[in-house]
C-alpha cells in the first residue's frame, strides 16, 4: 500500500494507493501539520478508521508545493515509516518533455496532474486544478505550459476584505448571470465568471495551438465548475493523487531498471 500526500497552500490531501486505484482519501488543513507527531496522530486515525496500519504502507511519495512543511514529511517518514519519502519533482520526469523555460519552477501538483493526463488520455487534454490558485495546464504530447487563475474562494475573500459594504456571500451557483440583489451579483462575477474564463482560455489554447482538447477538471471545487463550464467534460477528484502515484511508480522502475 502506498500513502500520498497532495500538500496545497490550503488543504493537504491524503490517500492510499493499492497498485490500481485510489483506495482512500482524507483531507486536512495543511496549517494544522506543524510537527511530524502530529501528522502521524492525524494519519494513524485515518488508517485506523479503515482497519489499516503503518505496517501496510510500503512507500510514501509527496507533491507539496509548501516547501516550509517538507521537512515535516521528511521526519514523519523517517521516524513512523522507517524509510525516505520520495518527492515529485519535475527535473526527474524525463519521460515528459516540458515545452517551457523554468520546468524545475512548476508546482508538484501540476507536475503530477499532467502524469496523470499523459497516462489516462495520451495526449491533446487540457486539466483545470480548482483550489486556492486555479491551474489550467496543457499537454499535447508534450507539456505546453499553462494559466493561473485566482481560486474563487481566494476572489471572494479578497473582495470582502477591501469592500467593506459587501456581506460575505455563500459560494454557489447563481440562479442567473443577471444578478439581482447583491449576493446573487457578487455569486455571478466570481463564480460564473471563472468559468467563463477557464472556457475563454481553453478556446484560446486551441486557436493557439491549432488543437482541439479534452479538458478535465480536478480540486476541491472542480465538480461545481463542471456543471457551469461548457468546455469541462469530466470530474476526476483522485487526478492528483493518480499522478503521485504514477510518478513513485516509475521512479522505483527506474530505479530498479538501472541500479
Known sequence: MLLLADVGNT???????????????????????????????????????VSRTFDQVDGFCIASVVPPVNDIFVYFTKKYLKRDPVFVKSENVIWIKWHVSTPQEMGADRVANVIAAKKEFQNNVVIVDFGTAITLDI???????????????????????????????????????????TSSNVQSGVILGTAFAVDGLVKAYEEEL???????STGGQGKTFLKISKRIERYDPDLTLKGIAFYYEEMNERESTFG
Open 11 to 49: 488543504h493537504t490531501v491524503l490517500g492510499l494507493w493499492n497498485g490500481e486505484k485510489i483506495v482512500e482519501r482524507w483531507r486536512i488543513g495543511t496549517a494544522h501539520i506543524s510537527t511530524e507527531d502530529e501528522l502521524m496522530v492525524h494519519v494513524n486515525h485515518f488508517l485506523e478508521f
Open 139 to 181: 499537454f499535447t504530447n508534450e507539456y505546453e505550459g499553462g494559466s493561473i487563475l485566482v481560486g474563487p474562494q481566494t476572489s471572494l475573500k479578497a473582495l470582502f476584505s477591501k469592500a467593506a459594504k459587501l456581506p460575505v456571500v455563500q459560494e454557489k451557483i447563481p440562479p442567473s448571470a443577471i444578478g439581482k440583489d
Open 210 to 216: 491549432s488543437k482541439k482538447f479534452r479538458v478535465v
